[in-house]
């Protein structure tokens, strides 16, 4: 049963439009200022960052992109995870997302790395991609393979199954494992999803349309790269895919996971009843999203350990 706490708080995500005087949730159309997007997401993302006492914040260039290492106190220096930012290909950054990635690094105890692909419409697809790409070649140059946990949320989460794609089809060696929270794995954005739970999303009204037309800018939506569900998922690592029953971008990670099963992935689907969009990210507000969060630890701590003495 969903606790009382989570009901209040998905509540009052869901009504935030409430407080600012609006009626209406905002309606996204290619009109819509994308900085003005950008702007608000990093606000609201800097009234709740808070860095854990003793991780510290160290920015690195990787691979030619800007990066930032989140490491935990005594963190062991053989094992890293490599984080990619949700934000629709469109916003996010390493300091709107260093607040939980800090804490998911401490948690584990291994230092995380963020970096800050280029975002659409300026850069559209295959930029975010190809800095994918960049900063993981840079980071076998120090760790190896298995050694390196991939995770990300929303657009982030479907960056890090397309980066898995691309480095089979590169024959880069694959990472240990990979954690996609609400991950968005389809920029056609067709889903029953997109139409059934947008009452109850949090995302502004069509935005996942708009965000998509900017990051594709002509590009073919069902190429595997930009769209992970349309590629082929046979010899992916471990994969743990958590998806809120609320979020529009449920049935992507749904979909995703079961292509996945069906091609012979050790994959766990986690589904949140009546969950909003990467609610794991919420913890330790309610205890939905700690148990989450703990599963996700316990995933990610339980693959990067398996090779320590290998």
Same mark, same amino acid.
């Given at each position: ?102 804490? *998911? =690094? !401490?948690?584990?105890?291994?230092? #995380? ?7 659409? /419409?300026?850069?559209?697809? $295959? +930029? ?82 708009? *965000? =998509? !037309?900017?990051?594709?800018?002509? #590009? ?7 769209? /992970?569900?349309?590629?082929? $998922? +046979? ?76």
């Amino acid at each position: 049963m969903q606790s009382i706490k989570s009901r209040v708080i998905n509540g009052l995500i869901r009504h935030r439009h409430l407080f600012r005087g609006r009626l209406r949730r905002d309606v996204f159309t290619m009109q819509s200022s994308i900085q003005d997007f950008r702007d608000q997401c990093e606000q609201t993302a800097a009234r709740m960052s808070r860095i854990p006492e003793g991780v510290r914040v160290e920015p690195e260039a990787m691979g030619g992109v800007a990066a930032e290492w989140l490491r935990p106190a005594a963190a062991p220096g053989e094992k890293v995870v490599l984080y990619a930012h949700g934000g629709g290909y469109v916003s996010g950054s390493c300091a709107g997302h260093r607040g939980f990635v800090a804490a *998911f =690094a !401490n948690a584990l105890g291994f230092a #995380a790395l963020t970096y800050a692909y280029r975002l659409a /419409p300026e850069h559209p697809y $295959p +930029a975010a991609v190809e800095d994918s790409v960049a900063v993981y070649r840079a980071l076998l140059a120090r760790y190896r393979p298995r050694d390196i946990l991939v995770a990300g949320e929303s657009a982030g989460g479907g960056l890090v199954l397309a980066l898995l794609l691309a480095l089979r089809g590169t024959g880069l060696p694959l990472p240990c494992a990979a954690v996609a929270i609400s991950p968005w794995t389809d920029l056609t954005c067709s889903a029953p999803g997109y139409r059934t739970r947008n009452a109850r999303s949090v995302a502004p009204r069509d935005s996942w349309t708009v *965000f =998509a !037309n900017h990051y594709a800018a002509g #590009a073919d939506r069902r190429d595997p790269l930009m769209s /992970p569900l349309f590629g082929d $998922p +046979a010899g992916l690592p471990p994969l743990l895919i958590n998806a809120g029953a609320d979020d529009e971008l449920f049935d992507d990670g749904e979909a995703f996971a079961r292509r996945a099963r069906e091609a012979g992935v050790d994959v766990t689907f986690r589904e949140g009843v009546g969950m909003i969009h990467c609610y794991p990210m919420l913890a330790p507000m309610f205890p939905e999203a700690t148990q989450a969060m703990d599963e996700i630890s316990r995933f990610a701590r339980a693959h990067l350990l398996q090779g320590r003495d290998a």
